[in-house]
């Protein structure tokens, strides 16, 4: 069982950054590949990024490449995903999410077997 908490969303101008963070609980936290994902109201919640159970592999979604980074700190549990040059369209409650690492790196939802309670994430123009 690994339970998430995400924290530091909030409001941000256009052009700015925010870094969230995620806060996993239990031993096991190292293995599980761990994801960000995001869902903006009338819309599908969507894949953002995604890093394997030790680092060493990292995916995003197209519409934050060069953007957002994802981090993880196995030592203290948690996953950061820092997000600069933030758009209107970033406008979203974004989740965390973990994979049990044996099955692959996957950036389809319905493939994660734990999620956190989201935190907002507003970009003004």
């Known amino acids: 069982q690994v339970q998430l908490v995400e924290s530091g969303g909030g409001l941000v101008q256009a052009g700015g950054s925010l870094r969230l963070s995620c806060a996993a609980s239990g031993r096991t936290f190292r293995s599980y590949h761990m994801g960000w994902f995001r869902q903006a109201p009338g819309k599908e919640r969507e894949f953002v990024a995604v890093?394997?159970?030790?680092?060493?592999?990292?995916y995003y979604a197209d519409s934050v490449k060069g953007r957002f980074t994802i981090s993880r700190d196995n030592a203290k549990n948690t996953v950061s995903l820092q997000m600069n040059s933030l758009k209107p369209e970033d406008t979203a409650v974004y989740y965390c999410?973990?994979?049990?690492?044996?099955?692959?790196?996957?950036?389809?939802?319905?493939?994660?077997?734990?999620w956190g309670q989201g935190t907002q994430v507003t970009v003004s123009s």
């Open positions: 890093i394997s159970w030790n680092g060493g592999s990292t």
């Open positions: 999410a973990a994979r049990f690492y044996a099955y692959g790196l996957r950036s389809e939802g319905h493939e994660y077997d734990y």
